[in-house]
Nanobody, 127 residues
Framework: QVRLVESGGGSVQAGGSLRLSCSVASTNTYIMFYMGWFRQAPGKEREGVAAIDRVGNTAYSDSVKGRFTISKDNAKNILFLQMNSLKPEDTAVYYC????????????????????WGQGTQVTVSA
């Protein structure tokens, strides 16, 4: 039904920047209530990084607030994550996700909220 493909990951030095992209392709038209970026480091749970709703409201985890910016291009069906001032602790596999159900009572940054996921892209930040 929905396919998401992340790109833009790579290796950078601490303090550097990366811009992740998530291309969304769907067979049918869905209302994308929320779109988000998540990450998972080895030995850790998947955590929400940033999310955006239909009208552009955003939410960020405290650990990335002020450094990361989520945005989207609705015309091209692309979700972005601009990551600045990267830190070694940002190292993880980053996933994009979409919530087409509009689940209520669930945090925007909760993985349980989302229905479709990309395959992930590796981000490595060295000191």
């Amino acid at each position: 039904q929905v396919r998401l493909v992340e790109s833009g990951g790579g290796s950078v030095q601490a303090g550097g920047s990366l811009r992740l992209s998530c291309s969304v392709a769907s067979t049918n038209t869905y209302i994308m209530f929320y779109m988000g970026w998540f990450r998972q480091a080895p030995g850790k749970e998947r955590e929400g990084v940033a999310a955006i709703d239909r009208v552009g409201n955003t939410a960020y985890s405290d650990s990335v607030k002020g450094r990361f910016t989520i945005s989207k291009d609705n015309a091209k069906n692309i979700l972005f994550l601009q990551m600045n001032s990267l830190k070694p602790e940002d190292t993880a596999v980053y996933y994009c996700a979409i919530d087409i159900s509009g689940n209520r009572g669930i945090s925007w940054l909760s993985p349980m909220k989302y229905n479709y996921w990309g395959q992930g892209t590796q981000v490595t930040v060295s000191a």
